[in-house]
């Protein structure tokens, strides 16, 4: 039991190994972050990404589940895992939900 969590541990230790040096690179210039998007992800995943960032936007205005499903077309269970993230996750959406703000400005 003890050596999955070494492994998860591991895999994620190798993950944010490798989203510092893809950071550090992203930083020049956003056509290359998009570029590079588009060669990692296939087109549903960037989909599945912007209507997650999306739902979280929208819950963090404090819209309910029935408006955000009726304006986006997530499922019950993306908006709910969405939602899980925000209050108890590792913080990725609070950290960028207010830059974006800022940019819609």
């Known amino acids: 039991a003890s050596g999955g969590g ?3 541990h591991g895999l994620w230790g190798r993950i944010a190994f490798r989203c510092g040096r893809i950071g550090i ?3 020049s210039s956003r056509a290359l972050c998009r570029r ?3 060669d990692l992800c ?3 995943e960037l989909k599945a990404m912007e209507q997650r960032m999306e739902v979280a936007m929208l819950l963090d205005q404090g819209l ?10 997530a499922s019950s269970a993306t908006i709910s ?5 925000l209050h108890y996750g590792a913080d ?6 207010p830059r974006l703000k800022e940019r819609q400005e």
């Open 6 to 8: 070494r492994e998860r």
């Open 25 to 27: 690179l992203l930083r």
């Open 36 to 38: 590079f998007f588009q």
């Open 42 to 44: 296939t087109v549903s």
């Open 64 to 73: 309910i589940y029935s408006d955000i499903l009726e304006r986006t077309g």
């Open 81 to 85: 895992r969405v939602n899980r993230c």
């Open 92 to 97: 990725g959406y609070q950290a960028v939900i």
